[in-house]
């Protein structure tokens, strides 16, 4: 009974689904398919090469009565070139020359050799029309250049000549826009290190890889190294290793020949910009430590640059001070490396803007809102720059 | 299937049409009549065949409607009950919301919502000390079962976590002296108005300022010489947080706040989205806090009483 019902629901079925052959089509619905089709690939053309694309506008020039200031902007996971311009206009406006901007590996090299530009195009052409100069952040390690559900900053050392390559196509693109490239960011937390104990002779062995890929494809592009987190742990912490230890062991290691600029992470935490640096403190001024440590090493001839640093005011951040002191401490910190510091080329604050609130001490240290209204620090800032910046 | 099945079985059960694409056309405009005829006929002819269809049809819609459709079970809920306790994760370090007593147990605002709330379901309140950052990680590894501490609304995070209506608002607010008229912004053309610089209230007044209120902004360096000025006369009105307002109104300050809360912080109540039963039973404990005067009281214990009324 089964097989005769079957057959009865296929006849049933074939009878109605039966499709019979189109009739030819007459010269008018050709037209009409035609320019449908033709509307179609217009529309995704569009879609997929306009829609976020926004005119760079007339050549700007930052104006400000401090050449060292700057900021680090986070436009990484900002897709809209609407916002990425109105972020670099606002740092302009604030009058800060200099970014730091984050340029992930993973994200611009998703498959070995296939580079996908369309982002950083975006940020370093429109930063380039405001008069900004960019200097790029490089990490992140792509899925295929690490073992299977490996942390997304661990990076083994048989592939950091794969990261070198990286670092050269970027150059190699961008060596008339972008003259700075930092490596790495902060190799002495364990949690930049993808989760391996911190090793300062390993990151110095990915310098002497990347810096001479580097310098081959474009020698005017200045290298940075370090970018370390400050940090007072113990000898042996798993979780990282004290910054100013981690400097010499660079050194130690050979890194002098291979870096042209040290990258600095300088945060004020809860005290002033003038607290005197001390190694059993975390300040503004531990940078003066850092300094000296390249001194001593006989690098005192190179530069270095705060990628990193600032004063966060949220309301219930241990670390955190009240927002007249935030903006205090940062007029400070542009003044001292402005005044004090001619080893200090620039000072770039985290962080100008998110492109969402991440509902934590973090937005605390923003200078604008994430819908472009601007915090009253920025609003200081900029005429700090003016130079009419006067404290209530 | 041979060539001859697929000819046999594409035979319609009427009367054949030698032209396809017509007898197509006629099934497409008269299909109702045709199959209430071959359903008719072969019910007459096949009515064990159909009983059974009936049967089993009825089996499998009854197992939807009744299985699957059937309420969700709330896992948490049920851990809750077999422990006899609501963890909730905080961070002790934001006074009188929550902190540490000397013997470091903590105490505070959330700490006395969180047992009030756990007890109205004959549970304890387990109190679980995690850092800011890392309580929605806590929540959705569960780890605790809910999180109170002054934690702000976060609508990017509703697909993971459910939020309770807000037990308390934090953000900017014009006060003015308990006595004074003013009622909004717009009444303060010409006057002054008190912030603490660097403030969100001081970026609030600065955009106000930018829309064209006519009123003159007063920076002070801390939010207590801001109150101060507006105490003494020295200001007409204030814009400040909703926390450190109702910290001022239980010191005594006869300060209110008055129109709408120009940025919003609503401290909430967040609690797994998996949780259905727990998220009905946190609203409704919440509206029985709040109907008894219950909440009420709970601000008064740790804030203060107020000196002015809040509209």
Known sequence: MIGRFTSYLRRKSDAVNFIPPLAAWSPRAKKLIGALLLCTVFGLTYRSGFRNWVPLGPQRTVETINPKMGVHTRLTDEPDAAKIKRSLEMVREMGAPWIVEYFPWAYYEPRRGQFEWSHPDLVIDHAGRQGLTVIARLGYVPAWARPEDSHHLYLEEENYEAFGRYAVEFVRRYRDKVGYLIIWNEPNLSLEWGFRPVDPASYVKMLKVVYPMVKAAAPEVQVLAGALAPTLDPPGSEWSMNDLDYLQRMYDAGAADYFDILAIHAYGLGFDADEPAGESVINFRRSELLREIMVRNGDGGKTAMITEGGWNDHPRWTRAVRPAERILNTVRAYEIAGAEWPWLENVCLWVFRFPWDQKSYQDYFTFVGVDFEPKAIYLEMQAYAEGRFEAP | ?311
């Not at chain 2, 006369?233 to 307002?245: E, F, K, M, N, Q």
């Not at chain 2, 706040?257 to 949780?275: F, K, R």
Request: aromatic share 8%.
């Open chain 2, 1 to 311: 299937m041979n060539e001859e099945g697929r000819r046999e079985g594409r035979d319609p059960p009427q009367a054949e049409t030698a032209d396809a694409s017509r007898q197509w056309l006629v099934a497409g405009s008269h299909g109702s009549r045709w199959t209430a005829f071959s359903l008719r006929s072969n019910f007459e002819r096949r009515p064990l065949l159909w009983i059974a269809v009936c049967v089993v049809a009825l089996a499998v819609g009854g197992w939807l409607i009744l299985g699957a459709g059937g309420p969700p079970v709330d896992g948490i809920w049920l851990r809750m009950q077999e422990r006899g306790s609501w963890r909730v994760g905080m961070d002790p370090s934001f006074p009188p919301f929550e902190t540490l007593d000397a013997e470091g147990a903590p105490v505070g605002y959330d700490v006395d919502l969180a047992r009030e709330i756990a007890a109205e379901w004959g549970l304890e309140a387990e109190i679980v000390a995690i850092g800011f950052d890392s309580l929605l990680d806590a929540l959705l590894v569960g780890r605790v079962d809910a999180v109170i501490s002054a934690f702000p609304y976060n609508a990017r995070m509703t697909k993971d976590v459910h939020y309770s209506p807000p037990y308390f608002e934090a953000g900017v607010r014009l006060v003015v002296g308990a006595g004074v008229a003013y009622e909004e912004v717009g009444d303060l053309e010409g006057g002054t108005v008190a912030v603490e610089w660097g403030s969100r209230g001081d970026a609030i007044a600065r955009r106000l300022q930018r829309e064209g209120a006519g009123f003159t902004r007063l920076p002070f360096e801390s939010a207590e010489k801001a109150i101060e000025a507006l105490v003494s006369g020295a200001s007409d009105a204030l814009l400040i947080d909703g926390v450190t307002l109702r910290l001022a109104q239980g010191d005594g300050k006869p300060i209110r706040a008055v129109g709408a809360v120009l940025d919003e912080d609503p401290y909430v109540i967040a609690v797994s989205i998996e949780a259905p039963k727990l998220q009905s039973a946190l609203l409704q404990a919440l509206a029985t806090l709040k109907e008894e005067g219950r909440m009420g009281l709970l601000e008064e214990r740790w804030f203060g009483k107020t000196a002015g009324s809040e509209e």
